[in-house]
């Protein structure tokens, strides 16, 4: 069930769903220090497609996993200078996903990093929850949490 109305309640990590990557579920952070977005993405690649630039990556949704592991497309919506919360600066592709956390559905401007090193695939940041979400620092997973077979298929790594 996909809610509609403003105010929900997020902990400060969700299974997030991203209907347009064909991921239905990955583990994010909610970071309100971060303005954009970020996904864990990999050999990004841009090209044309009818005179509009695209970009094509890998991207694994499960952390130390090649479970669902997939290549997508998507247009690119902006290039941006992000400076990472180690201080480096890096330019990096935006693109506009659809993303279901706790029952909601948001569109949100994601850009796309290495996250191997990271412990989260996914990080959401303030220009997504400015869309009505507000953030319980002691809380996690208020939307639920992925179906266990397939916590258990991927090792546990909720």
């Known amino acids: 069930m996909v809610r509609s109305h403003s ?3 997020t902990g400060w990590r969700e299974w997030v769903s991203l209907p347009d990557l064909g991921v239905d579920w990955i583990k994010a952070k909610i970071d309100t220090g971060a303005r954009t977005s970020a996904l864990h993405a990999f050999e990004i690649v841009e090209f044309e497609r009818d005179g509009t630039p695209w970009v094509r990556f890998k991207i694994k949704p ?3 996993s090649q479970e669902d592991a997939r290549v997508v497309e998507c247009p ?3 290039r941006r200078v992000v400076r990472s919360s180690s201080g480096h600066k890096q330019k990096r592709y935006v693109i506009k996903l659809r ?4 029952g909601r559905e948001v569109n949100a401007e994601v850009t796309l990093t290495n996250r191997d090193k990271m412990g989260f695939r996914m990080l959401i940041g303030r220009e ?4 009505g979400y507000v953030v319980d620092p002691a809380r ?3 939307g639920g949490r992925a179906p266990g077979a397939t916590r258990r298929r991927n090792r546990g790594k909720a």
């Open 140 to 142: 996690s997973f208020l």
């Open 99 to 102: 993303l279901i956390m706790v």
């Open 62 to 64: 499960w952390q130390d």
């Open 76 to 78: 690119v919506h902006d």
């Open 7 to 9: 105010n929900t309640t």
């Open 128 to 131: 997504a929850l400015k869309r």
